[in-house]
């Protein structure tokens, strides 16, 4: 049996605009990283905090690492316990799942450590735990793309199911994020609790075309089913400049365009050799609204989260 592990958790692209809270993919450019070592007291212990966040708290039922691994541990019921060090490569309030990267990292490394490591889907039970302390509520979009890798459809909370969806040839997500933070519990809380039936109706046949279209390479179906109809219209408020962001992607190229997550990282599908062009114009829309940017082109790969020492 190991004593130690390091395990990194990508990013995610929460939603994909038309799947909220059941639909994610992942962005292997950034990820967290967590280091977990066995220790003889029970219990987990939070050592530190490095890189893009050090203000995060080291309490571990405050914190979405420390959390989802003390869940594990007590489900478990082991007679040992961790300690462990989180290196943030994902900005705070991004809209990129890295409160779910730290949980994912946490759990798949401290399963690394036990004497009969557990399947992931047992895992993600353990990392929805944290996400809680994040959100203030469950929600597996994030979690299950960095758990599984690529892109991934849950069903269910109580007892997931999930479903790696293959991503058309030569696609790739565009990334933009403006220099500001969203807290993601005031992005759900600004969101209607009911919907119009025919929003309803818009949205579901929206979900289905793209998930058809994915697994038949239909890019002009994509392109068509793209397009939220319930969550964008309410969360745009809170990204200055997200109007001409998304026509600035549109207009040159783009598969489709919305919001990261709970935001504020904007992104964009499309094909590889219009990814420049597109990049170009929604970090230039976001400039003419006094913000600065962070850009990453990712493709969308199929490895999630992994042991990496």
């Not at 003390?70 to 994902?90: H, N, P, W």
């Not at 597996?140 to 892109?151: Q, T």
């Not at 220099?179 to 309803?200: C, P, W, Y």
């Not at 040159?252 to 062009?277: D, K, R, Y």
Request: proline residues 5%; charged residues 20%; contains cysteine.
């Amino acid at each position: 049996m190991r004593n130690s592990a390091t395990a990194f958790a990508p990013a995610t692209v929460g939603n994909v605009g038309i799947g909220f809270d059941i639909l994610g993919h992942t962005v292997e450019a950034i990820g967290d990283r967590v280091y977990v070592e066995r220790s003889a007291a029970r219990g987990v212990r939070i050592l530190g905090i490095t890189g893009l966040d050090v203000s995060l708290p080291l309490e571990t039922e405050r914190n979405t690492a420390g959390q989802a691994l003390k869940s594990l541990v007590e489900a478990e019921r082991l007679d040992y316990g961790f300690d462990m060090r989180i290196e943030k490569g994902i900005p705070l309030g991004s809209g990129l799942g890295g409160s779910a990267a730290s949980a994912v990292a946490a759990v798949v490394a401290g399963n690394a450590l036990l004497e009969k490591p557990l399947s992931k889907l047992e895992l993600l039970k353990f990392a929805m735990q944290g996400e809680k302390v994040a959100s203030g509520s469950v929600h597996v979009d994030n979690i299950a793309p960095s758990l599984f890798g690529g892109l991934v459809l849950t069903v269910g909370i109580d007892h997931p199911r999930t479903k790696q969806i293959p991503v058309p040839p030569g696609i790739r997500c565009v990334l933009v994020h403006p220099h500001m933070f969203l807290s993601t519990k005031e992005a759900r809380r600004i969101l209607s609790k009911t919907v119009e039936l025919s929003d309803l109706v818009w949205q579901c046949a929206n979900l289905a075309g793209f998930i058809s279209a994915c697994y038949t390479n239909d890019l002009d179906m994509i392109r068509d089913a793209f397009e939220d109809v319930v969550v964008e219209p309410q969360r745009q408020a809170l990204i200055p400049g997200f109007r001409a962001v998304k026509a600035g992607a549109m207009s040159n190229g783009a598969l489709g365009c919305s919001i990261s997550g709970a935001g504020p990282t904007v992104f964009a599908w499309c094909e590889e050799p219009a990814a420049a062009a597109i990049s170009k114009a929604m970090v230039a829309a976001f400039a003419a609204n006094g913000l600065d940017c962070d850009l990453w082109v990712s493709s969308i790969e199929t490895q999630g989260a992994r042991v990496i020492d």
